[in-house]
C-alpha cells in the first residue's frame, strides 16, 4: 500500500473490513421506494439489483439496472428491506432500508440503525453542514456517529438543482463535526478526527472530491473519558478582519466543556497552523447570574452573533435537564475580537426555547430579525424534546419569539423521532436548511438515520 496524501476518499476502505466489490454510496427510501446509488465498477455497462424482505426466506427479486442508480418502487411502506448490487461475479455488501416517508422536501442521505457499512466510524448520521459553492451548487456533508464508537467518517454530497437531487461525491477520514465553509472562493473543512481528537482544517479547489492532507490546529485528546476537543458545525464568521469559529474544551465523563474561540487573520493561509489563534477555555461557572439551580453540565456547542451595536458574542447551548427550570435557557458570552487570546466573559442568561440541542443564529439584513430554527421545546416535550421545529425570531439577539412551527409532532412520542442539529442559510427570499432527522425506526430521537434538505419559500411572509 501506499502512502496516504489525502484526507478524501471516494470510498475510505478500511484494511481488512468488507466494503464489497461494489460501493453503494447513497441511500434515499421514500414512501413505498428505496433509491440507491453507487460507484461505476470497471468494465461493467449493466448492474442487477437484488432486494427482498428483510431477514426473509425469500428469493431475491432483481432489476436489471443500466447506470449506477436505481429508485425500486412498489414497495411495501413502513417495512425493512435488504438489497445488493452485482455486476458478473461482483457484488456489493448487503445494505438495509426502511420505507416510509419523511418530513422535508429531499432526503441527501440514509442510514439504517443495523447497517454495518460504516460500523469502523458509526451506525448514524450527524452534524450536518451545507454550503453554497461559487460556482453554483450545493454542498451537503454529515458524519457517521455512534456513542463509543470510533466516529471518524464524513461523507460529502452535491446537488446541481438546488437541492431536488442529490449525488455522491467523497467522504473524508478521519474527521468528525466537520463544518464546510468558503472563504475567498476556496472551500474549506473545519473539524476534529475524531470525538475529542485533533481539531483539523483542510482545503478543496475542486468542489470536495480531493482534500490534501488537513492541517493539525490544536491537539485532543481522542479519548471518551479524557477531556479534548470538543465542537460542533456552526458557521465560521468573519468579523474585525478575522475569521472565527467557536469549540469547547472538555468531555461528558469529566464533568463539562469550556468555552474557546479559534481565529486566523482573513487574509492568512488558513492551513497554515501559525496563523491560527485560540483563546483560552471559559468553564461553566453556576454562580454566574441568572444560571439555573441544579446539577447543569455547562455549556456547548456555542454560535458567534454580532449584535445589533456590533459587539460579537458566543450564544451558548445550555445544558439544564434536572435543573430549575430545565429548559428555556441559554448563556451568552462576550467576545474580544481585537484580542483574540482574551478570555470570553460571562454576559447573561436569556430565555430561549431550544436550549437542549445546538441551533445557529443568523442575521437577516432584509428584515433587520435574528432567525433561527430550533428544537422547540414546551411542558409536551421537555426537557430534551426535539419532535417540534420551530422557526424563532429576535428584534435584538436578546428577546425570541415564536414564529412558525415548521414540523410539530408533539402527538409522537419524542424518544423516537428528532429534527435537530440544523445547518441553514438565507438566499434571497427563502431559508434552506439541513436536518439530522430521526425518523421511521431511528435507534433513537438523538441517533439520526436521515440527512434531509428542505426550503422555507418567502419566509419573511411569515415574519
Known amino acids: 500500500m501506499k502512502g496516504v496524501t489525502s484526507w478524501s476518499f471516494a470510498p475510505y476502505r478500511p484494511p481488512m473490513f468488507d466494503v464489497g466489490d461494489i460501493y453503494i454510496c447513497r441511500l434515499y427510501p421514500g414512501a413505498g421506494k428505496i433509491g440507491m446509488d453507487w460507484l461505476p465498477l470497471d468494465g461493467a455497462d449493466a448492474y442487477t439489483v437484488h432486494l427482498r424482505l428483510r431477514d426473509s426466506d425469500d428469493e431475491w427479486s432483481v432489476r436489471e439496472v443500466q447506470g449506477t442508480s436505481c429508485v425500486w418502487d412498489g414497495l411495501a411502506d413502513m417495512t425493512d428491506y435488504e438489497f445488493y448490487v452485482s ?38 448520521l450527524c452534524s450536518p453542514s ?18 463509543r464508537h470510533p466516529q471518524c467518517l464524513e461523507l460529502i454530497f ?29 472551500l474549506y ?56 469559529n467557536t469549540l469547547e474544551w472538555g468531555s461528558w465523563a469529566s464533568g463539562g466543556h469550556a468555552a474557546m474561540l479559534a481565529s486566523a487573520p482573513a487574509d ?50 445550555y445544558q439544564t435537564d434536572k435543573c430549575t427550570p430545565e429548559y428555556g435557557r441559554v448563556i451568552v458570552m462576550k467576545v474580544f475580537p481585537d484580542e483574540p487570546e482574551r ?4 454576559e447573561r442568561v436569556i430565555d430561549f426555547p431550544g436550549n437542549h440541542s445546538k441551533f445557529v443564529i443568523l442575521h437577516d439584513e432584509v428584515s433587520g430579525l435574528y432567525l433561527s430554527l430550533v428544537s422547540y421545546l414546551t411542558e409536551e416535550n ?56 430521526a425518523w421511521n425506526g431511528a435507534r433513537n430521537y438523538h441517533d439520526a438515520n436521515f440527512s434531509v434538505f428542505s426550503r422555507i419559500r418567502n419566509f419573511r411572509d411569515l415574519l
Request: hydrophobic share 35%; aromatic share 12%; proline share 6%.
Open 343 to 346: 478570555p470570553q466573559e460571562f
Open 268 to 317: 492568512a493561509d488558513l492551513l497554515d497552523a501559525g496563523s491560527w489563534l485560540f483563546s483560552p477555555p471559559v468553564p461553566y461557572d453556576p454562580a454566574w447570574q441568572g444560571t439555573v439551580e441544579g446539577p447543569s453540565r455547562g455549556c456547548i456547542e456555542g454560535c458567534l452573533t454580532a449584535a445589533p451595536d456590533g459587539q460579537l458574542y458566543n450564544v451558548m447551548r
Open 87 to 124: 455486476a458478473g461475479e461482483k457484488k456489493s455488501r448487503v445494505r438495509l432500508a426502511r420505507t416510509g416517508d419523511v418530513p422535508g422536501d429531499y432526503v441527501v442521505n440514509y442510514l439504517h440503525p443495523e447497517d454495518e457499512v460504516y460500523s469502523f466510524s458509526g451506525h448514524s
Open 158 to 186: 452535491r446537488s446541481d438543482d438546488d437541492g431536488a437531487t442529490w449525488k455522491y461525491v467523497s467522504e473524508l477520514y478521519p474527521c468528525f463535526w466537520g463544518k464546510m465553509f468558503i472563504h475567498r472562493g476556496d
Open 189 to 244: 473543512m473545519l473539524a476534529v478526527s475524531t470525538e475529542y481528537g485533533d481539531l483539523l482544517i483542510g482545503k478543496s479547489t475542486d468542489g470536495g472530491k480531493t482534500f490534501g492532507v488537513p492541517t493539525v490546529l490544536l491537539r485532543g485528546t481522542s479519548g471518551f473519558e479524557q477531556k479534548g476537543v470538543h465542537k460542533n458545525p456552526q458557521p465560521v464568521i468573519e468579523y474585525g478582519g478575522r475569521i472565527w
Open 382 to 437: 421537555a426537557p430534551r424534546g426535539r419532535n417540534r421545529l420551530a422557526l424563532i425570531a429576535s428584534d435584538d439577539l436578546w428577546r425570541w419569539r415564536h414564529v412558525y412551527d415548521v414540523y410539530n409532532y408533539l402527538h409522537m412520542d419524542p424518544a423516537e423521532i428528532g429534527f435537530q442539529y440544523i445547518d441553514l442559510m438565507i438566499e434571497g427570499d427563502d431559508l434552506l436548511f439541513l436536518s439530522r432527522t
Open 130 to 147: 451545507f454550503v453554497r459553492h461559487p460556482d453554483g451548487y450545493l454542498l451537503a456533508s454529515m458524519d457517521v456517529f455512534a456513542s
